[in-house]
């Protein structure tokens, strides 16, 4: 009968969680707590990080908005300038219809001064030749009387004195000629002047609209990273909310697994006492407990003609070099001259390009034609708003074209020079030296 009850008891309590059991329970709960509370943590810093982006959207959606007004701004300007290039040709057109008719009314008054030139010739021949002083003798001695000669002499006056007006009206004619050309000539000159600053004008405002326009582009891209990278945040916080809401139904899980287990193993205990104290009683036995594992659980979390462009020293040579902008290694395509001030066209020729790009900042490109068989231009970047020149126009060497500026992709105020020569880049220190 005591061996009975101790075998039962000793099955009881192998079976049963008891203390040992519960305390593990307890632990896996307590993982879970600190796995939600991570959660959280993670989760407040994305909210964070949601926010910062949607001040961000903010902000660009901001600075679009007042790029875009600068870019209605400048159209407006552009339309004014155009309107003024529009009225500047309407009046060189009239300054040449002007001119045609000036030149009609020129031949025809030079065919009116040549038969005067004729008729003052051949008076001057006649009297030259015929009306010697004999002819004027002969004239005394053949008049009747003193009021047939004073005739005669008033003849001669008359013709005289008609001579006298034609020579002073040829001469008023040809001043007249003269001067209307003169004045045609600067009226022209004056229109054209005119046209040329309407045009780099015109040609400045287009680079600033296709600076802000690149500007725009930029904030677009921007404004799309910081949007998907938003999106991408709020995909995080609906897959730390699942996450969260798992554990939590784990815990509560959990929380009810570890009450019934309590409650069982209370049960099996107060069930193991009375069997004990039946079994100390009759036998006076005790009996002894089992020990228990413990549950664990991971959670894992020169010399060529050119001129230097500018004043300053040669700060990055053409070649190969590590990129200011990208720490990359790439191909330098000119001559870098850091100082300030002006910049000049290297050597004469005509402006092809003058104009805004992302990289190049404002910048001006040079064809100089062909030399020693070659056709040269020459390139100036990351110069300052507001170029001096315009596509089409032809410049001097040493003129002014813009000021050293860091426009661009520019780490400082410098000029960047390239040479070109059939369309390939070569060094530039062969036209300008070292």
């Known amino acids: ?20 059991g519960f305390t593990a329970q307890a632990a896996t709960l307590e993982e879970l707590q600190q796995q939600k509370d991570a959660l959280q943590l993670e989760t407040n810093t994305i909210q964070s990080q949601i926010e910062e982006k949607s001040n961000s959207l903010n902000t660009l959606e901001s600075e679009k908005a007042n790029l875009e007004t600068k870019v209605n701004e400048l159209q407006s300007q552009l339309d004014e300038l155009m309107g003024r290039l529009a009225a500047q040709e309407e009046k060189l057109a009239a300054i040449q219809s002007k001119i045609l008719e000036l030149q009609a009314e020129i031949e025809a008054l030079q065919v009116v001064i040549d038969q005067r030139t004729e008729k003052l010739n051949t008076q001057a021949r006649y009297i030259q030749t015929d009306a010697g002083v004999t002819d ?33 009206q040829q001469e008023a004619d040809q001043q ?8 045609v000539e600067e009226e022209k000159l004056a229109a054209e002047a005119l046209r040329q600053d309407i045009l780099i004008s015109k040609n400045n405002v287009v680079a600033q609209k296709t600076e802000i326009d690149v500007q725009i582009a930029q904030v677009i891209e921007n404004y799309e990273l910081t949007e998907a990278e938003k999106n991408g945040l709020e995909s995080t916080r609906a897959d730390l909310a699942a996450q969260t809401e798992t554990i939590s139904k784990d815990m509560v899980a959990e929380e009810t697994r570890i009450a019934a287990e309590r409650a069982a193993a209370e049960q099996a205990a107060s069930e193991a006492a009375a069997v004990a104290a039946a079994a100390t009683a009759a036998n006076n036995l005790t009996a002894s407990a089992a020990p228990t594992t413990t549950a664990s659980s991971s959670y894992t979390v020169n010399s060529s003609g050119f001129i230097k462009p500018a004043s300053g020293y040669y700060s990055s040579p053409f070649g190969y070099r590590l990129s200011p902008i990208t720490g990359g290694s790439e191909l330098h395509r000119g001559q870098d001259i850091a100082g300030s001030g002006a910049i000049s066209a290297a050597q004469s020729g005509t402006v092809v390009t003058a104009t805004y790009h992302a990289s190049f900042g404002y910048y001006v490109v040079i064809n100089h034609g062909t030399i020693n068989g070659v056709t040269v231009e020459t390139l100036y970047a990351h110069m300052q708003p507001g170029l001096l020149v315009a596509p089409g126009q032809t410049v001097s060497q040493g003129q002014q074209i813009g000021i050293m500026g860091t426009t661009g992709d520019s780490t400082g105020v410098h000029l960047h020079f390239e040479v070109h020569e059939n369309g390939g880049l070569v060094d530039p220190l062969n036209y300008i030296g070292g």
């Open 176 to 183: 007249k000629v003269k001067d209307s050309k003169v004045a």
């Open 1 to 20: 009968m005591g061996k009975k009850h101790i075998a039962l008891f000793s099955s009881i309590l192998l079976l049963s969680p008891i203390a040992g």
């Open 136 to 168: 004027i003798a002969s004239m005394l001695l053949s008049s009747e009387n003193f009021s047939d000669l004073v005739g005669k002499i008033t003849v001669v006056s008359k013709i005289v004195t008609a001579n006298k007006d034609i020579v002073e």
